[in-house]
C-alpha cells in the first residue's frame, strides 16, 4: 500500500531529523518513543526494553506503566529477543506466555535492535485493536530500527 509506505517513509525521516547528530541515547530513544506514540494511529504503548543483567529492562516509553524487567524467552518482547526476530501478535491473548502489563492491549509488534550484530534490546509497541498491526507495519518499523542502529549506537 503507497500510502503506508509513504507514511512510514515520513516518520522515519522525522526520526533522522530528532536523533542524527545528537549523542544522548536515552534522550534519542524518549524522543522516538514520543514520536511513535504522537504518529501510530490506535496504538495505546510505544517504547524500548534493552538488555541488562541477562534480561529485557525497561526503557523510554509513552503510555501506561509497563513491566519493568522481562526475562529473555518470555513474553512477545522476549520471545523477539530469544527468535532475533520481529514478533508481530495479531491477539495477545492467544500468544502462549504474554505478559500483560495494559489489559486493553489487543495486538502487538516487536522489533530487535542490534549493535554490531548482538541484540542490545528491542522496540515495543501495543495496541488495543486485534489485528492492529500489518506487514508493512512491520517492514516500515524494520526500516526504522535500522535507522536507530545507525545513529544512536
Known sequence: MKDMSDFYDLLIQQAEALIGGVPYPTANYANLSALLYQSLPEINWAGFYFIQDGKLVLGPFQGKPACIEIEIGKGVCG???????????????????????????????????????????????????????????????????????????
Not at 91 to 100: K, L, R, T
Not at 115 to 136: H, M, N, Q, T
Open 79 to 153: 520471545t523477539a529477543v530469544f527468535r532475533n526476530e520481529t514478533q508481530v501478535v495479531k491477539n495477545v491473548h492467544e500468544f502462549p506466555g504474554h505478559i500483560a502489563c495494559d489489559g486493553a492491549s489487543m495486538s502487538e509488534i516487536v522489533i530487535p535492535i542490534h549493535r554490531i550484530g548482538a541484540i542490545i534490546g528491542v522496540l515495543d509497541i501495543d495496541s488495543p485493536v486485534e489485528g492492529r498491526f500489518k506487514e508493512d507495519d512491520r517492514l516500515g518499523l524494520e526500516k526504522l530500527i535500522s535507522v536507530i542502529e545507525k545513529h544512536i549506537l
